[in-house]
């Protein structure tokens, strides 16, 4: 019989961890899939392909907007791609290709200009040779070990009040309003996006530090996950990344880190950024090899999607593992 590719629908899950188990040797986490798949507020479909019945190959959908100052569009990542060992086959016909090229149209319909990812080497050579991905560049890393001289005493004395806490705060609307509204593209950074985003899920936790001045309005924020001796700064965001919010924020993250056991911090950002650039010529970060690469997959041809990708502030969030 021929492949069916179709979208998702909440009945396959069962036969979706069947695949998951088969594809990648190890079960996969219930929770994981409600919270990416069933909880995000931007909802987008997953392709399923299926020969005589039986889920053979998977393409997940994880729905965002882009935002920027050109536009507010349907956005949306791959991830949880998979075929069954038993299919998997290389070159332009094949599970993987069939099902790819489904998902596609059905993103395109939706009004996706593109889809992003964050494949490793080999998963990002099958994905341009089979599907007409198109890498970015290696994803940008930045690391700094915790411990740095203390600027407390200039927040204080500028008046801004580090909090943290595991919601944003009211202040943040107005942050997220001046984000969206910058030159490029970045994902959606609204209120409730972010609540889903950080709330804990399959063992992830996230602390928020957020930067208020004295009328409680946010001036930037950092979203930090530990992982053993690693903080990874998942987000961070500032009004101006001309700005001295900047270190300010860098100093109350290293603050909320006391006592945590963390001796490094780490951010990932694009080479090219103006945050990279400062991270790594005013506050003792450093370029470090990066195990993954950042890649659009164009889908609306009216659209400069190439530009678009090099235009794009991503970060650790907008992979949905960190």
């Not at 396959?12 to 990416?36: C, I, N, S, V, Y």
């Not at 998977?58 to 075929?83: C, H, I, K, P, Q």
């Not at 204080?156 to 806490?165: I, S």
Request: net charge positive; hydrophobic share 45%; aromatic share 10%.
């Amino acid at each position: 019989m021929a492949l069916v590719c179709r979208a998702a629908a909440a009945a396959d899950r069962p036969g979706l961890f069947r695949l998951f188990e088969a594809a990648f040797g190890q079960r996969a986490d219930p929770a994981m899939w409600e919270w990416k798949y069933d909880r995000n507020p931007h909802p987008t479909a997953s392709v399923v392909g299926l020969l005589d019945g039986q889920i053979i190959g998977f393409f997940g959908g994880v729905g965002t907007r882009y935002r920027g100052e050109s536009g507010n569009l349907a956005g949306v990542a791959a991830a949880d791609v998979m075929t069954h060992p038993h299919h998997r086959r290389l070159g332009r016909v094949s599970v993987f290709v069939e099902t790819g090229l489904e998902f596609f149209r059905m993103a395109a319909a939706a009004g996706a200009p593109f889809v992003f990812g964050f494949p490793n080497e080999r998963a990002r050579l099958v994905g341009e040779r089979s599907l007409d991905y198109r890498s970015v560049e290696r994803a940008g890393l930045w690391a700094r070990a915790v411990g740095s001289p203390s600027l407390l005493g200039r927040i204080r004395r500028r008046l801004l009040r580090p909090r943290t806490g595991t919601r944003f705060s009211a202040g943040h609307d107005a942050l997220a309003e001046a984000l969206h509204a910058r030159p490029g593209w970045r994902t959606d950074r609204s209120r409730p996006t972010l609540d889903w985003r950080y709330a804990p899920h399959a063992g992830a936790e996230y602390r928020i530090v957020e930067l208020l001045d004295r009328r409680a309005a946010s001036r930037g924020y950092a979203a930090v996950r530990l992982a053993r001796e690693r903080a990874l700064l998942v987000d961070l965001q500032v009004h101006d990344e001309a700005s001295g919010d900047v270190g300010d924020l860098l100093e109350a993250v290293r603050a909320s880190l006391e006592g945590s056991g963390a001796s490094r911090m780490e951010l990932r950002a694009a080479s090219s950024s103006r945050l990279a650039t400062r991270l790594a010529g005013e506050f003792g970060f450093a370029a470090e090899p990066s195990d993954c690469h950042f890649e659009i997959r164009p889908l609306d041809p009216a659209v400069d999607a190439p530009a678009a990708g090099r235009a794009f502030d991503y970060r650790f969030a907008d992979h949905e593992i960190f």
